[in-house]
């Protein structure tokens, strides 16, 4: 990524933390730690320790298990910027290349099918606006992670939580079934009612 060679666990890493982010934003999802598993034992281990209060203890065993889980891959991240000098203006320009690929599927644990899979791409030129060419490598890759994590976000909650008005009032208020980090002031919708059933023959 821009010249410097990045771990794959440490794209990973920012990768999922971005993920976490934007999808606890929601309020669509209950998101699970299930990777911090240490320091949840540390305290578990304390809470189980005879000089705990006894009505401590009893908040263990109430953990939940997931509904879905949410596996992602990264198969591109090799993003290059060249600085090229015109013959005729000599003026010097960043030529940005390449493309950061992200492969998603959110699967359902209880039946293993897989509710939705897409795969979200970042091309060097939309990085380019995000990062500056001089930007430090770690701080342009969390920033273009941190848009493909919005977007995949965006689409699963589409996919399995699509947007529902719930409620109007006489005065004009409304009601969506979203959270705050999925809509703007100045967003403009389009409301639709649903039509009549239809059952395919097939």
């Known amino acids: 990524f821009l010249g410097e060679r ?38 578990l281990d304390f809470l189980l320790d005879p000089s705990t209060a006894r009505g401590e203890a009893t ?13 992602t891959q990264i198969n591109d991240m090799n993003v290059t910027a060249e600085r090229e000098v015109s013959r005729l203006t000599s003026e010097v ?10 492969e998603v599927r959110i699967i359902s644990l209880a039946t293993r099918q897989i509710m939705w899979a897409d795969t979200e791409s970042l091309q060097g030129p939309a990085i380019s606006r995000l990062a500056g060419a001089d930007a430090a490598s ?10 493909i994590a919005d977007r995949i976000t ?9 947007m529902r008005l719930v409620s109007t009032s006489p005065d004009g208020q409304v009601v969506i079934n979203q959270g705050s980090n999925r809509l703007a002031p100045g967003d403009e919708l389009a409301v639709y009612r649903l039509g009549r059933h239809l059952k395919d023959p097939y």
């Open 59 to 71: 908040r263990i065993g109430q953990a939940v298990g997931a509904d879905y889980l949410l596996t």
């Open 154 to 162: 965006a689409k699963a909650v589409d996919a399995i939580y699509p």
């Open 6 to 43: 990045v771990s794959g666990g440490e794209a990973g890493r920012l990768l999922t933390q971005k993920l976490v982010e934007a999808m606890t934003g929601t309020r669509r999802f209950a998101v699970l730690e299930r990777e911090r598993t240490r320091a949840i034992e540390r305290e």
């Open 138 to 147: 770690s701080v342009g890759i969390s920033a273009a992670l941190g848009i």
């Open 93 to 102: 320009q960043t030529k940005w290349s390449g493309a950061m690929t992200v």
